[in-house]
């Protein structure tokens, strides 16, 4: 399992130049995300750990999901990946984190689809939630490894936008300290 390295790179170099933290909570990915970002160089500079929370049991325990909330829709959710996302970045008091929870194999309570919700919180707010499906006969770990790449690529987007965003703040402050020193 080989991840694209140049994106992991991008995402190392961006979270450190920031000197931003981040965190994971998986359940479809089951590990892939973590392993992901430990393969990243100096990861230890960023990557504060993760947890892959499998069962309901242990989302409810670890992550505070809502137990009947999870009962109904069966841990699968844009609500309940979000709370996932929000809960882990609190636990490993990270600026950044990345939730997933899906299916990758297709049974009766995800009407025989393939599919996962991811979610980006960022500084305790949620960024981006997204859901991914795939053909039904994607062999489960292909649908794990394209869940990963796929939603990394995706959080690469969002550090991006991050990045822009603080160059602009920092400009205009830099504008608003020359325009007071004149």
């Not at 390295?5 to 190392?12: A, D, R, S, T």
């Not at 990243?40 to 960023?46: G, K, R, T, V």
């Not at 707010?125 to 939603?151: C, D, M, R, S, V």
């Amino acid at each position: 399992m080989e991840f694209h390295k140049k994106l992991l790179e991008y995402i190392g170099q961006s979270l450190m130049t920031a000197d931003e933290t981040i965190a994971v909570a998986e359940s479809v990915t089951s590990g892939c995300l973590q392993l992901a970002f430990s393969q990243i160089p100096n990861a230890s500079l960023i990557y504060k750990g993760g947890m892959t929370a499998y069962t309901l049991p242990m989302k409810v325990k670890l992550l505070n999901v809502d137990q009947e909330e999870a009962e109904k829709c069966d841990c699968v959710s844009e609500n309940i990946v979000e709370t996932m996302a929000l809960n882990v970045a609190k636990l490993y008091e990270t600026d950044w984190s990345i939730a997933t929870t899906g299916y990758c194999t297709p049974i009766r309570n995800s009407s025989y689809k393939i599919f996962a919700f991811f979610s980006f919180s960022y500084k305790g707010k949620i960024i981006h939630t997204g859901k991914l499906e795939l053909h039904p006969k994607t062999q489960a770990l292909n649908a794990q490894l394209y869940y990963t790449e796929f939603i990394l690529g995706c959080f690469k987007t969002e550090v991006s936008k991050n990045k822009e965003v603080q160059s602009r703040l920092q400009l205009k402050i830099n504008g608003n300290e020359r325009i007071k020193a004149s």
